[in-house]
Structures are given as C-alpha cells and as structure tokens.
C-alpha cells in the first residue's frame, strides 16, 4: 500500500465534466430503450413531480442475506404523477447523420396549459397559437392531416407522441405545462401511429406505462448550491489549521510547464443544478389519487392517504395518482422529473423481487411525528382548547 503523501486517488469524477448549470429545467431522454414489435404499442417514459421522502417496514426476500425474511426500514421517495394529455405525434426517419424529423401531426384541440408553453408572455399575447392549424381537421374533411399521418407509416423508423402535463392538477403555482416527446414502442409502424392517433386528446395515467416491481430510470436537474469552493464541490483536503490565506484551498494547482492550469485540477465554480440521469430505481408501489386509503398495507389496514400529517415539506398534499420508488432520486421538492422504462435487461434478485409492503408511514415530516392519521392524534390527545367553539 502506497503512502498518501506521494500516491492517492483523486478527488471527484472526471465523468460529468463541464460541472455547469444544466442548459434545461426538465430532465431529457437522450435514449429509450430498445423497440420489440412483438409488444403491443406502448409508452416508455412519463413526467412526474417530486413530492418528498418517507419510509416503509417490508420483509426482505433474498436468500442467502442475513436478513432473508426479516423485517426491514428502508426510505422511499414519494413522486406525484398526474395523467399525461398526448397532443401529438411525431415521425422520424433514419439518416447517415442520425435521426431526423420527418413531420409533426398534432391534435384538434389544444389546452390553454400547453398553449402557454408556446409563448414568452401569455397574458400580453393574442393566444392564437394552432388556430390555423385547428383548421385543418374541418377543411377537405382532414385530408391534410390524413396525408401526414399516412407519410409517418411509409417512411418513418421511430414514432413519438407529443404529451404535456396538467398543471392544474397540481398546487405548484404553475400553470404552463411541461411538454415532450416519448417514444411508442412495440406494434408496426402503422400501428404505432394508429394507437397514437386513437390516443389524441386522451389521457395516459402512470399505471399504464409502468407497473409494480419494475425497475426504472429517473433523470432530472439535481439541486442548485449555486457557486462553492473546492472543498464542498470537489472534496479536496483541508489544509492544516495554520495556512495562510484561508485552508478551504488547493495549495498546488499544477507544474510550472505547461504554463497553464490543467482541466483536471479542482477549481471553484457552479455546484449543483446538473442533468443527471439515475438508472434502477425499484417502483414499489403506484398509488391511485382518488383511493381514500392509498397508503395502506394488508398488515396496517389504517385508511390513510399517502400525504403526511402537515403535508410534505415544502410540497403540500398528494392528491393525485403517485409512484413510491426505493431510495432517494434527483432534484428538490416540486422539480419536474422525467420517469423512463430501464434500458436494461434485469437478471438480479434484488431488481427481480416481488416487494410486499407491511407498513408505509405517514407520520408529520416536520419534527418528530407521533400519529400516523388525524384520528389517532386526536384519540390520544383528547379534546383541546382550540377545538372547543365559543357558545
């Protein structure tokens, strides 16, 4: 073993250079997995909203661990997920240089959520955008938009829906849609497109793209600690206690030739706000936003909602459909993530395992929560002061 003073890894990864703020809020696909026309058509991402974090008791089944059929705690991340509105479809063909757009089809009626993304100031604006287009649905009984869809089946290799959010289903402040395109994969072409088209103006919930036990990847922003110095942003060594001009340093920043500082040396700058992509998290449970007792197991049979006494912290209530997945994930509390289906083909036990959950908590986030329910605290608090209405 090496002495530390002349050998030792070193500090931070290389992997994620430039360590720069990321150009866009949403987190991008930049692959979906790989098509099988055997399947029926499908999606294979979703856009969700992180609520925050709690923890759940379940019986871990992994022969050969210590803890085989023991209870275990394990921190989930609660990620809220309204249903998706597809508004489009796009064809793509493939080129020597990649892929390429070949046309857009978008749907009749648009919603003023996504309308709003199109414009800059939306108050100021006349909101006429797709009227024209809209037109084309009533003129020659829709025979351009038929000749668009019909070039998507001939030529195209890869078909994408255009999907954006509703906002409005959402307590985020917000009211402009977050907007993408996610891949339709499984069928022929033509069928592709067909499901597509069927789907126009509907809705997609979560529950129909992913499913209980499966594992998938989350890609988002991370959280923004705006510029910070070498040591929180690297981890390099403090200096010793007595150095002059501040410890919180790299004493040396490289040779004297070459007469430059190296793209390898640690330097302060931007720490945080990062596109990042986080593959195999494990989906242990995708709850319904209208079931009162969402949050209950067949071991607690308490009717609880999944939101926490007092709400998530710095997130409020979850009231619409929702997915529960191990561990934690990118961003702050309300960033938008984007949830995919795994590129990889599985073979672990862990990623394998059929999750039961005895107990999912539902205890207040601020402080240390006693009761799991309102009734509880007020069953043993007893009846208080500010309960008691003036006659």
């Not at 089944?61 to 998706?84: L, N, Q, Y």
């Not at 489009?88 to 892929?99: N, S």
């Not at 001939?154 to 996610?182: F, N, P």
């Not at 039961?356 to 240390?368: A, P, R, V």
């Amino acid at each position: 073993m090496s002495h530390c003073k002349f050998e030792q890894p070193r500090h931070g990864s290389l992997a994620f250079l430039p360590r720069k703020r990321a150009a866009r809020h949403r987190g991008r696909c930049k692959s979906f997995p790989k098509d099988n026309a055997a399947n029926p058509p499908h999606l294979t991402a979703f856009l969700a909203y992180k609520a925050g974090m709690t923890h759940v008791v379940r019986d871990l089944d992994r022969p050969g661990s210590k803890a085989h059929k023991k209870e275990i705690v394990e921190a989930v991340t609660v990620i809220e997920a309204p249903a998706m509105v597809i508004v489009g479809v796009v064809g793509y063909v493939q080129t020597p240089r990649g892929m390429r757009a070949l046309t857009s089809v978008w749907a009749e009626h648009l919603s003023d959520e996504v309308k709003r993304r199109f414009y800059k100031n939306w108050y100021r604006s006349k909101k006429k955008a797709y009227t024209k287009y809209a037109s084309k649905y009533s003129t020659d009984s829709g025979k351009e938009i038929t000749r668009d869809l019909e070039r998507i089946k001939k030529y195209s290799s890869v078909v994408r829906v255009i999907a954006h959010t509703q906002m409005s289903k959402l307590k985020l402040g917000q009211k402009k849609a977050h907007i993408m395109e996610i891949q339709v994969n499984g069928g022929t072409i033509a069928q592709k497109v067909d499901w597509a088209r069927e789907h126009f103006e509907k809705t997609i919930s979560v529950g129909d793209v992913f499913e209980k036990d499966e594992m998938i990847d989350v890609i988002g922003v991370t959280k923004g600690h705006g510029v910070t110095g070498v040591t929180a942003r690297w981890g390099t060594k403090k200096l010793p206690r007595k150095t002059h001009r501040g410890l919180r340093k790299v004493a040396c920043i490289g040779a004297w030739h070459p007469a430059r500082v190296m793209y390898s040396v640690a330097r302060a700058g931007q720490d945080g706000y990062h596109h990042r992509t986080e593959p195999n998290k494990k989906i242990y449970r995708i709850g319904k936003g209208e079931d009162a007792s969402n949050a209950s197991t067949e071991f607690d049979l308490t009717e609880k909602r999944i939101t926490p006494l007092g709400g998530f912290p710095h997130y409020g209530v979850v009231n619409e459909d929702f997915v529960i997945i191990k561990g934690s994930c990118v961003g702050v509390k309300k960033r938008v993530l984007t949830l995919r289906k795994s590129l990889r083909v599985h073979t672990k036990r862990s990623a394998l395992e059929n999750v039961n959950l005895k107990f999912i908590d539902t205890s207040s986030k601020f402080g240390h929560g006693r009761f799991q329910t309102i009734k509880e605290k007020k069953a043993f608090m007893g009846t208080l002061k500010k309960d008691l209405t003036e006659a």
